[in-house]
């Protein structure tokens, strides 16, 4: 029970506040949009730039870590886009993103900080090593599936197609920020060392992007009422916060993945969509309701579910 009160209410409590303040006016949508808009694009940029420049590349990339992760992400993106497609009858295109609701976890906004306030700053190497793939990875994956399934039957050839997600792809802040990291590590490894101040600035901003986004977080769910299809926004929560840690904590324990990996591989794994799934839907308008919906509902349980998964952890 501590650890509900200690861990994961705290985070949720700023997600809460800034719903709270959103919701009676005292905060605009305009304020909100311009709150996000900064942490999206320059503040968790930042983060992860300077995360990545400081992640220890040689022994955190492993197999081990990222295979449990990655394969319940897919499999639960198999598993949310058949049933949006088998079972609800939605078109192709609106299973896509319906899958993509479940394969995307909120791994930067809810993992990271849970993650640290459950075994301290030292235990987010493991997490770092899966977001450093996780928006270049499964964007590309998404982009690419969505964007063959809407050229089905338009003639365009599969180069093109492919040419035309990776760019998608590339222009994302979020990956230019995991990009630019890792290039700045590869150049430290090589001998390149930056001033002090540069890296007092980059901390300055970097400290800013978690409160900022967890704030902005609950203004943007203010938006995302739910409205109707709770069968397929239930199977979404199921997949999301059941099926993909619950694959992930079963692969690492096949795997022999150690405590210190399991515990980053599986707490990411828990954490509800991220708002990227809204917006995702919302680019090429498809089933927008179920993930708006989703985003939100899934969020509020996770404080429940979270615990659950934390509680099975070594």
Not at 3 to 9: D, G, M, Q, R, S
Not at 24 to 39: H, I, N, P, Q, Y
Request: glycine share 10%; aromatic share 10%.
């Amino acid at each position: 029970m501590s650890a509900l009160f200690t861990i994961i209410l705290p985070v949720f409590l700023v997600v809460g506040f800034g719903y709270l303040v959103t919701w009676r006016g005292w905060f605009t949508t305009g304020a909100v949009d311009g709150l996000m808009s900064f942490a999206q694009n320059f503040a968790v940029p930042t983060l992860l730039f300077a995360s990545m420049a400081r992640l220890d590349l040689g022994s955190e990339f492993r197999p081990q870590l990222l295979i449990p992760f990655y394969a319940g992400a897919f499999a639960s993106f198999a598993a949310g886009s058949a049933g949006a497609l088998l079972l609800f009858r939605r078109s192709g295109v609106d299973s896509v993103a319906i899958g993509f609701v479940c394969l995307f976890s909120n791994s930067l906004l809810l993992g990271i900080p849970i993650t640290e306030r459950a075994y301290g700053p030292d235990a987010l190497g493991g997490n770092w090593a899966i977001l450093a793939m996780h928006s270049p990875m499964l964007y590309t994956f998404g982009i690419t599936v969505m964007e063959f399934t809407r050229a089905r039957g338009s003639g365009l050839s599969a180069g093109r197609v492919a040419l035309r997600a990776l760019s998608g792809v590339l222009r994302t802040s979020l990956v230019i920020g995991i990009m630019a990291g890792l290039a700045m590590n590869l150049l430290m490894q090589a001998g390149l060392v930056m001033p002090q101040g540069f890296w007092d600035a980059v901390d300055m901003i970097a400290r800013a992007a978690l409160p900022a986004a967890l704030f902005g977080l609950g203004g943007i769910l203010h938006r995302y009422r739910p409205e109707g299809d709770m069968a397929t926004i239930a199977m979404c929560c199921a997949a999301s916060l059941i099926l993909h840690p619950a694959i992930t904590f079963g692969t690492a324990a096949v795997l022999d993945l150690d405590v210190a990996g399991t515990r980053s591989a599986v707490v990411t794994a828990a954490m509800a969509p991220g708002v990227n799934a809204y917006l995702f839907a919302n680019i090429y308008g498809a089933a927008r309701r179920v993930a708006a919906s989703s985003v939100l509902v899934a969020t509020g349980l996770s404080t429940l579910t979270t615990w659950m998964w934390l509680s099975l952890l070594p």
